[in-house]
T-cell receptor
Framework: GEDVEQSLFLSVREGDSSVINCTYT??????LYWYKQEPGAGLQLLTYIFSNMDMKQDQRLTVLLNKKDKHLSLRIADTQTGDSAIYFCAESILTGGGNKLTFGTGTQLKVEL | DTEVTQTPKHLVMGMTNKKSLKCEQHMGHRAMYWYKQKAKKPPELMFVYSYEKLSINESVPSRFSPECPNSSLLNLHLHALQPEDSALYLC??????????????FGPGTRLTVL
């Protein structure tokens, strides 16, 4: 099947904004999520967006959703070194009686001083 | 308590060994999941338990055998693994996987090496 696509790598300077993009596959996904994974750790939910919204802001995080193009983005304002991690988008797909998550390929964010 | 715990943190096993991975949550969640994650790759779903019953098996080889003894515990029994099974095994839980909003809480994972 199709993959949920993300660009592999993003490098930014501390204090700049970061924008991570995601193209998902299922237009019927009701919720879309952004997870963060630090080295050697599990995944941590950062934020999510309901499919009938086109934007959601949560402190330094802004999520934009373009349903027509199945495109999702995560903007991190004032990026800090602690934001260095791998970021995964995930779509929720109804299957087998429940909602399973399919993760994107992941974007490694490196924040330089 | 919003934590999912996993033991052991690291595991090295031979191809003839039998071992088990354990996962525990005390958030009252009724759905629990096993994922396999290779380096620099996204997590891949293996199994879903809903209300202690197996709901999804993503065509996982029988050398991986899940078990859900109660609503707080999830085990993954390993037997006759192959070196390509070496990976980070992540456990997750969520309130109820039939909910449209299905936030999953992840444990830190078990780093498995098969020699």
């Amino acid at each position: 099947g199709e993959d949920v696509e993300q660009s592999l790598f993003l490098s930014v300077r501390e204090g700049d904004s970061s924008v991570i993009n995601c193209t998902y596959t299922d237009s019927s996904s009701t919720y879309l999520y952004w997870y963060k994974q630090e080295p050697g750790a599990g995944l941590q939910l950062l934020t999510y967006i309901f499919s009938n919204m086109d934007m959601k802001q949560d402190q330094r995080l802004t999520v934009l959703l373009n349903k027509k193009d199945k495109h999702l983005s995560l903007r991190i304002a004032d990026t800090q070194t602690g934001d260095s991690a791998i970021y995964f988008c995930a779509e929720s797909i109804l299957t087998g009686g429940g909602n399973k998550l399919t993760f994107g390929t992941g974007t490694q964010l490196k924040v330089e001083l | 308590d919003t934590e999912v715990t996993q033991t052991p943190k690291h595991l090295v096993m031979g191809m003839t060994n039998k071992k088990s991975l354990k996962c525990e949550q005390h958030m009252g969640h009724r759905a629990m999941y096993w994922y396999k994650q290779k380096a620099k790759k996204p997590p891949e779903l293996m199994f879903v338990y809903s209300y202690e019953k197996l709901s999804i098996n993503e065509s996982v080889p029988s050398r991986f055998s899940p078990e859900c003894p109660n609503s707080s515990l999830l085990n993954l029994h390993l037997h006759a693994l192959q070196p390509e099974d070496s990976a980070l095994y992540l456990c997750a839980s969520s309130q109820d996987w039939t909910n449209a909003y299905n936030e999953q809480f992840f444990g830190p994972g078990t780093r498995l090496t098969v020699l």
